[in-house]
T-cell receptor, first 114, second 112 residues
Framework: NAGVMQNPRHLVRRRGQEARLRCSPM?????VYWYRQLPEEGLKFMVY????????ESGMPKERFSAEFPKEGPSILRIQQVVRGDSAAYFC????????????FGPGTRLLVL | GENVEQHPSTLSVQEGDSAVIKCTYS??????FPWYKQELGKRPQLIID?????GEKKDQRIAVTLNKTAKHFSLHITETQPEDSAVYFC???????????FGTGTRLTVIP
């Protein structure tokens, strides 16, 4: 059973460009979470999604950031018009429907904005 | 929202000694407390968790204790080994909400 997959693992963007980060949950997991980690800091919750639904986006900036988890395909975290402050590691986690609290993390996408 | 504090930020121990990391939380509605280990450049890995209906849980060299009254929980690693060196994060989840609130991490170094 493959773990949580994320791609790309590294992403370089110039200021003003768009960044698209993808996350495929573990097989059988229907809950996806996105977290951001700045260097030398803990993980900060951004958004929690189930298939075709955003359950909690209280940690996501109101502008430039959006997330989706379509019926088919991976979850996408989209950052428009990136700024240098968006540089961070973005981790996705998934949990099974029978034990929603227990989250398993992907390897992360390290975004660098030049 | 929940606020999780973690201490110490760095911890060095001799191989074979024990290591203890402590966390406090603010919201009495929190009922799930996982611990993650993160090696440099790697994903956070769940190593142990505890729910609020239990006071202690042990898995080989790792144990976690929870004091609901005082709102604090601790990670205990016994007989430490160099491969235990990593950053450890505690987290808390509020009942009814699945997102995790993380502490700021403890960098553990086990000296051979």
């Amino acid at each position: 059973n493959a773990g949580v997959m994320q791609n790309p693992r590294h992403l370089v963007r110039r200021r003003g460009q768009e960044a698209r980060l993808r996350c495929s949950p573990m097989k059988g997991h229907s809950h996806v979470y996105w977290y951001r980690q700045l260097p030398e800091e803990g993980l900060k919750f951004m958004v929690y999604l189930q298939k075709e639904n955003i359950i909690d986006e209280s940690g996501m900036p109101k502008e430039r950031f959006s997330a989706e988890f379509p019926k088919e395909g991976p979850s996408i975290l989209r950052i428009q018009q990136v700024v240098r402050g968006d540089s961070a590691a973005y981790f996705c986690a998934s949990s099974p429907p029978y034990n929603q609290e227990t989250q398993y993390f992907g390897p992360g996408t390290r975004l660098l904005v030049l | 929202g929940e606020n999780v504090e973690q201490h110490p930020s760095t911890l060095s121990v001799q191989e074979g000694d024990s290591a203890v990391i402590k966390c406090t939380y603010s919201d009495s509605a929190s009922n799930y407390f996982p611990w993650y280990k993160q090696e440099l450049g790697k994903r956070p890995q769940l190593i142990i968790d505890i729910r609020s209906n239990v006071g202690e849980k042990k898995d080989q060299r790792i144990a976690v204790t929870l004091n609901k009254t005082a709102k604090h929980f601790s990670l205990h690693i016994t007989e430490t080994q160099p491969e235990d060196s990593a950053v450890y994060f505690c987290a808390a989840s509020i009942r009814g909400a699945n997102n995790l609130f993380f502490g700021t991490g403890t960098r553990l170094t086990v000296i051979p």
